[in-house]
């Protein structure tokens, strides 16, 4: 199956390292969420997979050959900082990025009518970008990197500066190309949007890939805890010796266990609860996204690994 798959990439930039051994797969048709903080290095990764940058060391691949200028043209791209002309007319720009791509002139007018009427922006076909908003500047944005009908999608934060109907038109359109089998990897600070999208995601850190794998995967930590609502948790939590409570509102607990090897501890829990008076909701609770990536970042260099890489 094809791939997108960037290995062992290191870049420095003087003293600095902003790429260290950085290894990540993106599959045909799945959606990839890359996170970290500022200058993590995910900019950098995504110059260097584009070619705006040169590796100090690694390969990036596509289809398990390098990739070159021919498979470059048929990236999808979406910078950061947005790399349109802004004097220039939308539809005008459009249709020509998309015929330096190769498409003729007939195919690229379509193209361009095609994705200027899914993104919602066709009336701004004949404005200058410059004159229209942030978030119509990036629906063009979008549109100038899908025009070509690219095999791979690489996206910069491309939901920066969007309302919640842009969003959810952006996000209608990278699935729709993951399900006709386009790799998407795509950079956001919008930790929610990456957990309800993305089939796996990676966090960065200094240069460092540190997480790896989907949503499930990256939540199965050593600690479990368990939301018991029903009778107090002092009535019942002293007869469970491996369990300590978290928090507590009233008759709502937050129940906590360290052991992994306890492998029947949801059924004590559940069995002592019970015993003490009804239960009106016991549910595992597992960290979400945002939890784990402010446990990634905040942890020291030394340690943060804490979410062993998963490439199951």
């Known amino acids: ?24 797969e993106v599959r045909a048709g799945e959606i990839v ?23 100090d060391s690694g390969e990036v691949r596509w289809d398990d050959r390098p990739i070159d200028l021919d498979v470059r043209r048929r990236i999808g791209y979406m910078p950061e900082e947005r790399g349109l002309y802004p004097r220039m007319r939308v539809g005008e720009q459009l249709t020509y ?31 200058e970008v410059l004159k229209l908003s942030l978030g119509n500047q990036q629906r063009v944005q979008l549109a100038a990197a899908l025009v070509h009908s ?11 500066g969007l309302d919640p109907v842009a969003v959810d038109v952006m996000t209608g359109v990278l699935r729709e190309q993951a399900a006709a089998g386009v790799p998407v990897l795509f950079s956001s600070h919008q930790l929610d949007l990456v957990e ?7 966090i960065i850190k200094s240069g460092s890939l ?19 609502d029903g009778p107090p948790s002092g009535a019942w939590l002293p007869s469970v010796p491996a369990a300590s409570a978290v928090s507590s509102d009233g008759s709502r607990t937050v129940v906590e266990v360290t052991d ?14 019970l015993a003490a008076g009804p239960v009106r909701e016991f549910a595992r609770q597992r960290p979400s996204l945002t939890e784990l990536y402010r446990h990634v970042v905040s942890a020291p260099t030394a340690t943060a690994p804490l979410l062993q890489e998963v490439t199951a």
Request: net charge negative; proline share 2%; aromatic share 4%.
């Open 1 to 24: 199956m094809s791939a997108l798959t960037m290995t062992a990439l290191n870049k420095s930039y003087g003293t600095v390292q902003a790429l260290r051994d950085l290894s990540l």
């Open 260 to 273: 992994p090897s306890l492998a029947s501890i949801d059924q004590d829990l559940l069995s002592a609860a």
């Open 210 to 228: 540190v997480a790896f794998g989907d949503i499930e995967e990256l939540r199965r930590t050593e600690t479990r805890r368990w939301v018991v």
């Open 150 to 160: 690219p095999e791979i999608l690489v996206l910069d934060e491309p939901f920066s």
């Open 97 to 127: 990025l998309a015929r330096l791509h190769g498409l003729d002139g007939t195919s690229a007018t379509s193209a361009m009518e095609h994705w200027t009427e899914v993104l919602g922006i066709a009336d701004r076909r004949g404005d």
């Open 33 to 55: 969420g890359f996170v970290g903080s500022n200058g993590a290095g995910k900019s950098t990764a995504m110059r260097i997979t584009l070619g705006v940058l040169e590796a």
């Open 196 to 202: 309800s999208l993305c089939d796996r995601v990676g």
